[in-house]
């Protein structure tokens, strides 16, 4: 349709609509264009005060999609813009042989639940075993880290020893005349007591060496005989106990009562063998000189 120039003057300054550019169909599909020109003007001169013109392709399977809105005469037309489209066709695979497929990994068995258990224990072994060695390597390294380093004694060097000199003869001795030994002091004389003939020792018990006995008593008791003796002797009393006391343990007596008096002198002991039974007393007295005891041996 031609545009009159009262038209376009009429339309200045109202705002122009242009038409959304549709993509250009392929070069098979494009057919014959139509060019609308003005009246009165030819192809070879075009109208000066003509719009440009619009060049619209004509798509023969499908029709032009209708504007979104109607544009008006006014409107000057835009060419759309020619958009070129590449194909890339995909080049053919050409080869003599045709590709090998790859082999297909072999297909693991399944275990049976016995099998899967003793796996189980397998692994669970050597990861003790595993752990066990490295908990000694780490007690080693510690115990070599943390123990005091011992210095190395330097070996003493050899020493000559020398051939043992001959000991040094004693000086002599100047001779010294010795005392001849003195007479031993005479024993001490016994009491003037009456002595009693016929004084029987009591059986199992011996008298104590240098007593004289001084007392003499026996009686009868269902067929056996009781002695009770009484001694005197010119030592200590003291020495008469430990004579005392050792003869019990050579004898084989038991003591079964013990009684002393450290101040006046006095010792009382009782002992048994089996069913016998004795009893002594020892008593120190006072002499004018020396020491005097009296000891008494007592059947029970």
Same mark, same amino acid.
């Given at each position: 349709?031609?545009?009159?120039?009262?038209?376009?003057?009429?339309?200045?300054?109202?705002?122009?609509?242009?038409?959304?550019?549709?993509?250009?169909?392929?070069?098979?599909?494009?057919?014959?264009?139509?060019?609308?020109?003005?009246?009165?003007?030819?192809?070879?001169?075009?109208?000066?005060?003509?719009?440009?013109?619009?060049?619209?392709?004509?798509?023969?399977?499908?029709?032009?999609?209708?504007?979104?809105?109607?544009?008006?005469?006014?409107?000057?037309?835009?060419?759309?813009?020619?958009?070129?489209?590449?194909?890339?066709?995909?080049?053919?695979?050409?080869?003599?042989?045709?590709?090998?497929?790859?082999?297909?990994?072999?297909?693991?068995?399944?275990?049976?639940?016995?099998?899967?258990?003793?796996?189980?224990?397998?692994?669970?072994?050597?990861?003790?075993?595993?752990?066990?060695?490295?908990?000694?390597?780490?007690?080693?390294?510690?115990?070599?880290?943390?123990?005091?380093?011992?210095?190395?004694?330097?070996?003493? !060097? #050899? =020493? %000559? /020893?020398? *051939?043992? &000199? $001959?000991?040094? @003869? +004693?000086?002599?001795? !100047? #001779? =010294? %005349? /010795?005392? *001849?030994? &003195? $007479?031993?002091? @005479? +024993?001490?004389?016994? !009491?003037?007591? %009456? /002595?009693? *003939?016929?004084?029987?020792?009591? @059986?199992?018990?011996?008298?104590?060496?240098? %007593?004289?006995?001084?007392?003499?008593?026996?009686?009868?008791?269902?067929?056996?005989?009781?002695?009770?003796?009484?001694?005197?002797?010119?030592?200590?009393?003291?020495?008469?106990?430990?004579?005392?006391?050792?003869?019990?343990?050579?004898?084989?007596?038991?003591?079964?009562?013990?009684?002393?008096?450290?101040?006046?002198?006095?010792?009382?002991?009782?002992?048994?063998?089996?069913?016998?039974?004795?009893?002594?007393?020892?008593?120190?007295?006072?002499?004018?000189?020396?020491?005097?005891?009296?000891?008494?041996?007592?059947?029970?």
């Amino acid at each position: 349709m031609a545009t009159t120039k009262r038209q376009k003057r009429s339309s200045a300054g109202v705002p122009t609509t242009r038409i959304a550019a549709e993509p250009a169909p392929p070069a098979g599909e494009l057919h014959e264009q139509v060019v609308l020109l003005a009246a009165g003007t030819t192809p070879d001169q075009p109208s000066i005060n003509e719009a440009p013109t619009l060049t619209l392709p004509v798509v023969a399977p499908e029709p032009a999609p209708e504007p979104s809105q109607p544009a008006p005469e006014s409107a000057q037309a835009v060419p759309a813009p020619s958009m070129h489209t590449t194909l890339v066709e995909p080049v053919p695979f050409s080869s003599s042989t045709p590709p090998t497929p790859a082999p297909a990994p072999p297909a693991t068995p399944a275990l049976s639940p016995a099998d899967e258990r003793a796996s189980f224990m397998r692994r669970r072994m050597v990861a003790l075993a595993g752990l066990l060695v490295f908990a000694v390597l780490v007690a080693f390294l510690a115990y070599s880290f943390f123990a005091p380093q011992t210095a190395a004694t330097p070996a003493a !060097p #050899p =020493v %000559a /020893v020398s *051939a043992p &000199q $001959a000991p040094a @003869a +004693a000086p002599a001795v !100047p #001779p =010294v %005349a /010795v005392d *001849a030994p &003195q $007479a031993p002091a @005479a +024993a001490p004389v016994a !009491p003037a007591g %009456a /002595v009693i *003939a016929g004084c029987d020792a009591v @059986a199992g018990l011996p008298v104590f060496t240098g %007593a004289t006995c001084i007392k003499h008593k026996q009686d009868e008791d269902n067929g056996q005989v009781k002695i009770k003796n009484t001694y005197s002797v010119n030592v200590a009393a003291d020495d008469v106990r430990r004579f005392y006391e050792g003869a019990f343990a050579q004898g084989g007596w038991n003591v079964t009562e013990t009684k002393q008096d450290l101040k006046d002198g006095q010792w009382e002991y009782t002992v048994e063998q089996g069913a016998r039974k004795l009893e002594l007393k020892i008593e120190a007295q006072a002499a004018a000189q020396g020491n005097l005891t009296e000891f008494q041996i007592e059947e029970k």
